[in-house]
């Protein structure tokens, strides 16, 4: 696959001056609009999660008309719900030395160094915003004994800044989140349309105008026009089949914005997860995620002898190796997510994985119930060990648990600026479906925090400063019937190809694809056999899918199979992103490109870049470098020994 490189890009928005100040200053010169200005304007929010459904209650909330999206029957069964160990704050309650800097210096270098300054700072002010937020909320974070909200650690991380709602953060923040988004609903402010998929965006006078969407359940075509339209819709890890993301989770909407002119920042940047319930069989099709939180008591090991079959209770503490501490005694089993998921696979490599297939290693909790009790143990993880339970029929309690790294968050996503405006003016977009605040991996805990930053603080300021220039007349009737040509297009050329394989079993090629080739480890080599194998395997797909039904009514067959069709194109372009990308940082490890004792080699001449790809004619790429410039953090190579 080709791509020519073009203009440089800039994010023209971020305040000069001290880091510190850039924030308020970029707040103060925002445009206002007033009260009775708001009800006049009308934005679209598409998804529900944790920055979608703050972001929509916030906005109905200061006056504005808006009007919600998302393909569940209820908003509160976004994805966000099944987050698990907590949410960054830098509220230093503990004491430990924790301050909004260290959580901006932990993100920019848990980011591997590829990450905007300023937004990450922005991140760490707004931390501490949040947790009032939440607790005037009722979400009920766990306390202490004396009545104080507690905390724990995770990995990237020497402090104690992670607040929790036992195994269920993400669950008790999204209920808070809903719970702010209906009252809106009943107070008027937002309209909302659960069981609707946005299938395109409508760009009018070179501004995003609208959405094109489908009821899921009659299949009807529906045109929705707004002066902003911002999109939440989560991250694109299901590209891989397997994987802790639910199965509804997609890519079609910031996809499809992307053809509208939307460039796409850093695709290949996957998150893997080092605490994953392994794979048990090919029937499966979706991961199940243990919390990361587990790593603060639990201590990962595998037999020091290889092929070591016996039962991990009969093998003595001297055959034992807790390779995490031994390699990185600083930060022990809380190293940060990439490096924990590749020294588990290194370990596996090497012959001595437990379980089938020996991809395994374990995740012991003796030594904490030693310590500190079963209770005590119980009451901080009781609901995670019952779920691994359920799931595996091992009692965790008496046997260590086994995990191995899946595919879990995507760093990439729609470039956006400071102000979280994609590069189709109006088009906004905000949580997992950017790319704004990790680099090249997202340290734990931070996801439920940008997520909720960006829909209850950034957006509803920065949002209002584009709004300000509002109303922004009629939308071309050409513009939307082109969109609905386009939409209804694709979905009559599914239905008609009446091919013999499922689209879920293209999906399953593709992902065992992408994850033996662009997985935990990408070479030069992998890149270009997946590049040949991908338009391959999507022109068989549009010449054999089989896609029962019609295009009216309920046909989760067509839904499925328009995703899949996206997958396919997002594919290419994050195998040609890790192919270009010759250096290995964060959750990106080129083979070619590590350090003599097996970690991420970055090149800061060649690299030190956001790498923003246009959706060029003929469907060509174009690629745009946004230089990354570093003033408070000095780019260091990354070390947590």
């Known amino acids: ?33 007033n009260p009775a200005n708001k009800r006049k304007l009308t934005v679209i929010v598409v998804g529900t999660g944790l920055a979608g459904g703050s972001a929509a209650a916030t906005l109905g909330e200061l006056g504005y008309k808006v009007k919600s999206f998302c393909y569940q029957d209820s908003p509160r069964r976004a994805h966000s719900i099944a987050a698990q160990g907590g949410i960054n704050a830098a509220k230093n309650y503990r004491g430990d030395g924790d301050s909004i800097y260290r959580l901006f ?16 700072y922005r991140l760490a002010q707004v931390s501490v915003n949040i947790i009032d937020q939440a607790v005037a909320q009722g979400v009920p974070f766990a306390r202490e004994y004396g009545g104080l909200l507690d905390t724990r650690s995770f990995g990237g991380a020497q402090v104690s800044r992670t607040f929790y709602a036992r195994g269920q953060t993400g669950q008790q923040l999204l209920l808070g989140a809903y719970q702010a988004l209906e009252r809106q609903i009943a107070a008027g402010t937002v309209e909302m349309h659960t069981r609707h998929e946005m299938l395109d965006l409508v760009v009018s006078d070179g501004r995003a105008r609208g959405v094109i969407v489908r009821d899921l359940v009659t299949g009807e075509i529906e045109t929705h026009l707004a002066d902003a339209v911002v999109l939440a819709t989560g991250g694109y890890g299901n590209v891989f089949f397997l994987s802790t993301n639910a199965k509804g989770c997609n ?8 053809r509208r002119g939307a460039y796409f920042g850093n695709p290949c940047y996957t998150q893997i997860h080092p605490t994953c319930i392994p794979v048990s069989g090919d029937y499966q099709s979706k991961l199940t995620l243990m919390s990361e939180s587990l790593r603060n008591d639990g201590r990962v090991w595998v037999p020091v002898r290889k092929g070591d079959d016996r039962a991990p209770g009969d093998i003595p503490e001297d055959e034992r190796d807790y390779y995490l501490e031994r390699i990185y005694p600083a930060f022990g089993n809380l190293v940060p997510r990439d490096i924990a998921s590749r020294a588990a696979k290194n370990v596996c490599d090497e012959g001595r994985g437990v379980g089938p297939g020996g991809l395994g290693v374990y995740l012991d909790f003796a030594d904490a119930i030693g310590r500190l009790g079963r209770e005590a143990v119980e009451k901080k993880y009781g609901n995670l060990f019952e779920m691994y339970e359920r799931i595996t029929g091992e009692d965790p309690y008496t046997r260590p648990m086994r995990i191995y790294p899946a595919v879990h968050y995507t760093m990439g996503g729609l470039w956006v600026d400071y102000d979280l405006q994609s590069t189709v003016p109006g088009l906004f977009v905000i949580g997992e479906a950017n790319f704004s605040d990790h680099g090249a991996n997202r340290l734990g805990a931070s996801a439920l925090m940008q997520g909720l930053a960006d829909g209850y603080f950034v957006l509803p300021t920065t949002l209002g400063d584009y709004l300000a220039g509002g109303p922004f007349g009629e939308v071309a009737k050409a513009d939307v019937d082109e969109a609905i040509g386009q939409v209804t297009g694709k979905i009559g050329r599914l239905l008609s190809v009446d091919g013999t394989r499922t689209a879920d079993s293209y999906h399953r090629e593709l992902g065992k694809l992408m994850w033996d080739y662009c997985g935990m480890e990408r070479t030069e080599e992998s890149l270009r056999k997946a590049l040949e194998r991908i338009p391959e395997l999507r022109e068989e797909f549009w010449n054999n899918v089989k896609v029962p039904g019609e295009g009216e009514g309920l046909n989760q067959a067509l839904e499925r199979a328009g995703r899949v069709a996206d997958f396919f194109d997002l594919a290419e372009l994050m195998c040609l992103d890790a192919l270009h990308r010759t250096e290995s940082c964060g959750g990106h490890f080129r083979a070619e490109s590590q350090t003599e004792d097996g970690e991420a080699l970055r090149d800061d001449e060649g ?6 790809w246009e959706y060029g004619a003929g469907g060509t790429p174009v690629l745009h470098k946004e230089e990354l410039d570093y003033e408070y953090v000095k780019m260091t190579q990354r070390s947590y020994k």
Do not use: C, Q
């Not at 791509?3 to 707040?27: H, L, N, Q, S, V």
């Not at 210096?105 to 300023?118: L, M, Q």
């Not at 690299?607 to 923003?612: G, K, L, R, S």
């Open 607 to 612: 690299f030190a870049y956001v790498a923003a």
């Open 1 to 33: 696959m080709n791509y020519t490189i073009g203009d440089p890009i800039r994010d023209t928005k971020a305040p000069e001056g001290p880091i510190e100040d850039r924030w308020d200053k970029r707040r103060f010169s925002a445009k206002l609009v």
């Open 251 to 258: 890519t079609t909407a910031i996809w499809r914005a992307h």
């Open 105 to 120: 210096y932990d993100t920019v270098k848990g980011g591997d160094f590829r990450a905007r300054e300023s937004n990450v």
